[in-house]
């Protein structure tokens, strides 16, 4: 069993930076990839950023050029760097990993507010 713990999250003016993490642990199983997702108010969850096995990452039109995601192999961690925060990018942050069996894990969650 996978267990993932997001943190960074908080309340920041638009333009602030923020910087999540998450944490994994747990079984060893071969990932195929990590993402972070979010959730605003009535909204679907979506994807905001996604880092495969390789390197390779993926983001969501919305957070090109602002957002950066990263992993660090050693620490079992995720991390997503924030930058020029809107109002629009208020949500629950939620931590993701896929293993090579097609598994999904998924973190508690962190509430990231941008003020106006």
Do not use: H
């Not at 208020?90 to 090579?100: D, E, F, K």
Request: charged share 15%.
């Amino acid at each position: 069993q996978v267990q993932l713990v997001e943190s960074g999250g908080g309340l920041v003016q638009a333009g602030g930076s923020l910087r999540l993490s998450c944490a994994a642990s747990g079984s060893r199983l071969g990932i195929s990839a990590m993402a972070w997702f979010r959730q605003a108010p009535g909204k679907q969850r979506e994807l905001v950023a996604r880092i495969m096995a390789s390197g390779t990452t993926i983001y969501a039109d919305s957070v090109k050029g602002r957002f950066t995601i990263s992993r660090d192999n050693a620490k079992n961690a995720m991390y997503l760097q924030m930058n020029s925060l809107k109002p629009e990018d208020t949500a629950v942050y939620y931590c993701n990993l896929a293993t090579m069996r097609d598994d999904n894990y998924w973190g508690q969650g962190t509430q990231v507010t941008v003020s106006s």
